[in-house]
């Protein structure tokens, strides 16, 4: 599952020449419909120039369905890959003037130089240049044609919009609109190192607003990259949203070493712990001695994220890369007390965050994700104690992956009891009318929670 901590806004350059960051830009446009995540895609830009180019990329992906919808009305046939990545993305950040970074004229005519600049679109730069010109002289005829295309529309799929129709027939236009809008960035500040009033009154010294949001998260009103804040090489406080800050102390909210009649540290599983921040928030909130976590991970060059991400805030737990689904190959035989599993899943609840998920999931990936996450849980359920807890969550707005996925589960499982819990956190931006179940939350990512609890046999 990609990590809704990973990325966050951040501010255009102002060099390199605009047409060279459009041909890179473009260049991850053609690799991410070409099936490369969108980490994968802006990594491979040069460090110098990435920051710009993931700024821009994120906006053209946001809006890739209005510019699709718009180059078909320009061009009956679909050009080379090449320039209808470049062609789309100039449509992408010039449709609305609102939201353009650049006046439309200066996009437009630096789209076409950098069409003149390359050598995989030049012979098409007379081509993109004619289709950009008609596009500003009939922007507002050609974007109304558009208006009746709900990709167009809402920038996503259609089996996505149908899917959201069905799962939350009366939230899914909020939904949609809100993937279209940028992420806050949002820190979990670590209450042993630090207080709430010291992280504020930093952030404030370096001109970063602040409100307070959850149990012990700070919402910044502009993203700024962790290393310019105060506290984050101290392990003062992790970046996490708010939404994801829930996992730590539902699991462990009254599960004391009282409830199974010992003093020993309470045994925690982190069933899919990468990179790390759920897996350091459970070793914040129990505190000292009190819980003996074992974080586990599939992936090997993952785990180490797991091991920087505790070494930064002074917190150690048993890392181990295996396989959750495959208990025998990795588990000691003594019951968990806890398990935290954050299972994979579309990631259709952080799609502000990683807007490249909704242009490369097909409709056929939640069933075989709702399949392993089946899976994962039949695996992990025989692991806890009797009066022991399993928190299952997923960062998805699917019913598939949380609602009904636990159901299920539920019919299947007769020692298994719902204990109150979140479910489906549809994400929340700034100026919805709607509000999600618990506001104080502020604006953050779709998630859904599910703490389930063994009955004693």
Known sequence: MPDPSDSFPVALPQ?????RQLQLTAVAIASIRDGVSGSVAFAAVEPGLRAGVQALGFQVLRWLGRAEALRRQLARRTPPPAADALLCTALALAWDAALSPYEPFTLVDQAVEAAKRNPGTRAQASFVNACLRRFLRERDELVA?????????????????????RDHPREWQQVLATDNTQAPMTLRINLRKTDMASCMAGLQIADVPAVRVGASGLQLGRARPVHQLPGFAEGEWSVQDAAAQLAAPLLLGGLGQAAK???????VLDACAAPGGKTAHLLEVAGPGVIEL????????RSRRIDETLGRLGLAAKIVVADAARPAQW??????DAILLDAPCTASGIVRRHP???????ESDIEQLALQQAMLLAALWPLVRPGGRLLYCTCSVFREEGAHQIDAFLAHNTDAALLPSPGHLLPQSRGNARSVPDNALGDHDGFFYAL????PR
């Open 15 to 19: 060099s390199p020449p605009l047409w």
């Open 145 to 165: 044609a558009t208006e009746r295309e709900p990709v167009a529309q809402w920038n996503h799929p259609r089996w996505w919009i149908e899917r959201l129709k």
């Open 261 to 267: 009649g010992t003093a020993a540290p309470l045994r």
């Open 294 to 301: 074992t974080a586990l991970e599939i992936d090997a060059a």
């Open 331 to 336: 588990w000691d035989g003594t019951p968990f």
């Open 356 to 362: 490249d998920v909704r242009w490369l999931r097909r």
């Open 452 to 455: 389930l609890e063994k009955r």
